[in-house]
């Protein structure tokens, strides 16, 4: 005899036993539930046209023979998950784009680029705006409404953050010269296009959008929309005017939209987005502006440990190249844009 005693005294342990725990069957024979989602390896790719309601509009088979458009909505588990115009999204579902079908959003290409704002500067939830552009062309009136340098330098501050080159357009320059507004931007890298309301130039901007994914964004009033139309003439974007009274434009266009560029020279995208008044900065990393200055990014490795580079920086590598000559005149031009642009960022 054991230890335990006689097999009787077993029989009393069985009920510690895990393996002889009885189940109760599944009446409804249903397989358990699982977190792991499917793999979706049939998905195709689609480019995000724009968005309206919870349903998106999404090109497949882009520059190819096949190409169309389809409605997507998004899958569940990617409800928290922004997606935005310029997106490249896997689709599954019915991508005919037929009457009355629907596809489904089940996840998003890694992005090229992300163009933030937040609501102010304090705020540090980011509202994503568009995805994968690579440029940005600020539209701004020389008058009516007047040029705000200060808000061009936010945008410059946005696309210098995100790794965007920044174009400019000043529209209406029959109205007023934009000599004295530009000179604000002397020493910056920017290419810039001056349009009158009878000398639009159409071929000159549409040559730089070729082969680029080009956001356009401005103040409303200034001419945004009556430019995408010209560049794009199946856009049909709505146009407004300026308050007599205020200054201020009147908002027409209210969704992000993703639209072909067709030129002779070749194709691109312009992505329209609703005029603003404010653009908030509260998400912006200021080491990214800094590293758009290439040649002050060097220099700027000699500056003490959390140098602001300011104008009253003291013992700041650029105030001291710039002081004993190490920088000539468009180094120091460079300089004091940079330092303008930090300076927008700190509010």
């Given at each position: 005899m054991s230890w335990l005693g006689d097999d009787d005294d077993l029989d009393e342990f069985d009920e510690f036993d895990e393996n002889s725990i009885r189940t109760r069957p599944n009446p409804k024979a249903n397989r358990p539930r699982t977190?792991?989602?499917?793999?979706?390896?049939?998905?195709?790719?689609?480019r995000i046209l724009g968005v309206d309601r919870g349903r998106y509009n999404v090109l497949l088979g882009e520059d190819e023979p096949d190409e169309h458009t389809a409605t997507a909505t998004r899958a569940r588990e990617l409800r928290r998950t922004p997606i935005v115009t310029g997106d490249r999204a896997r689709?599954?579902?019915?991508?005919?784009?037929?009457?009355?079908?629907?596809?489904?959003?089940?996840?998003?290409?890694?992005?090229?680029?992300?163009?933030?704002r937040s609501a102010d500067d304090t705020d540090q939830v980011e509202r994503v705006i568009v995805a994968n552009a690579d440029q940005m062309l600020i539209v701004v009136a020389a008058a009516d409404p007047e040029p705000r340098a200060r808000l061009v330098d936010r945008y410059l501050?946005?696309?210098?953050?995100a790794g965007i080159r920044p174009l400019l357009v000043v529209t209406k320059t029959d109205l007023a010269d934009?000599?004295?507004?530009?000179?604000?931007?002397?020493?910056?890298?920017?290419?810039?296009?001056?349009?009158?309301?009878?000398?639009?130039?159409?071929?000159e901007i549409g040559a730089a959008l070729v082969g680029h994914s080009t956001v356009f964004v401005g103040h409303s009033g200034v001419g945004k929309s009556t430019l995408v139309n010209a560049l794009v003439p199946t856009a049909d974007r709505a146009t407004g005017h300026v308050n007599e009274v205020t200054g201020r434009g009147r908002h027409t266009s209210s969704s992000t939209v993703s639209l072909r560029y067709s030129g002779q020279e070749g194709n691109g995208w312009v992505i329209d987005t609703p005029g603003v008044r404010s653009f908030g900065l509260g998400h912006v990393d200021p080491a990214n502006i800094l590293a758009a200055y290439t040649e002050l990014a060097t220099i700027a490795e000699e500056c003490p440990r959390g140098c602001t580079h300011l104008a009253d920086a003291a013992d700041c590598a650029l105030n001291e190249a710039a002081a004993d000559g190490r920088l000539n005149e468009i180094g120091r031009s460079r300089l004091e844009s940079l330092q303008r642009l930090l300076t927008t960022f700190r509010g």
């Open positions: 977190k792991r989602r499917p793999a979706h390896e049939d998905a195709k790719i689609a689709i599954v579902g019915d991508t005919s784009g037929d009457a009355g079908t629907l596809s489904r959003i089940v996840g998003i290409v890694e992005r090229t680029s992300l163009l933030r501050v946005a696309a210098l953050d934009p000599a004295p507004f530009l000179a604000h931007f002397d020493g910056l890298d920017l290419t810039v296009f001056t349009s009158a309301r009878e000398q639009m130039p159409v071929d």
